[in-house]
T-cell receptor, first 112, second 115 residues
């Protein structure tokens, strides 16, 4: 069975600071890993995904994530937070959309 | 409008009533999905459909019914609503099942409250 764990239900950063959102996964097969963003009153939007082509994955809005097999991690980072990054972020794992497993989400708060 | 839409966006109903949530997509995607989002659980799959007239259960199907007579529509029905079905419901679509090559597109959600 596949699963993901997102550490920290809330993360607070100042504008301009590094953003680090943590995701650890469990999978018996090589995983596909995803980060989604959800803005208030909207559906989820794909930020980036890992499909084994490269361990460092670049996504939209300046976000990137690094797949580390030895640590079973896929943490999301952004060098400099913007106010517009305030949202909820979900990590997910799955080799088929009908089997996609989502984490419980991390709410990113950005203060001026 | 192009894309994926859900209606209604907000719904309040009473225990025991039947409620239908609508989902419509304009891309002719084969796959459509219904999720519920609850605090502390992330998104959980209720039902999905691989094509018109083909549906299958997800992780939490109990109390829900789906149909798909047309490719573009995927309604979700709560036959007798319970308070535990209070949630935010998201519809999604994608061309294929392949997470490696395709992207899943989500609707804006329906916030359902069962009193």
């Amino acid at each position: 069975a596949q699963s993901v764990t997102q550490l920290g239900s809330h993360v607070s950063v100042s504008e301009g600071a590094l953003v680090l959102l943590r995701c650890n996964y469990s999978s018996s097969v090589p995983p596909y890993l995803f980060w989604y963003v959800q803005y208030p009153n909207q559906g989820l939007q794909l930020l980036l995904k890992y499909t084994s082509a490269a361990t460092l994955v670049k996504g939209i809005n300046g976000f990137e994530a690094e797949f580390k097999k030895s640590e079973t991690s896929f943490h999301l980072t952004k060098p400099s937070a913007h106010m517009s990054d305030a949202a909820e972020y979900f990590c997910a794992v799955g080799t088929g959309f009908q089997k996609l497993v989502f984490g419980t989400g991390t709410r990113l708060l950005v203060s001026p | 409008d192009a894309g994926i839409t859900q209606s209604p966006r907000y719904k309040i109903t009473e225990t025991g009533r039947q409620v239908t949530l609508m989902c419509h997509q304009t891309w002719s995607h084969s796959y459509m999905f219904w999720y519920r989002q609850d605090l502390g659980h992330g998104l959980r799959l209720i039902y999905y459909s691989a094509a018109a007239d083909i549906t299958d259960k997800g992780e939490v199907p109990d109390g829900y019914v789906v149909s798909r007579s047309k490719t573009e529509n995927f309604p979700l029905t709560l036959e007798s609503a319970t308070r535990s079905q209070t949630s935010v419901y998201f519809c999604a679509s994608t061309p294929t099942w392949d997470t490696g090559t395709d992207t899943q597109y989500f609707g804006p959600g329906t916030r359902l409250t069962v009193l």
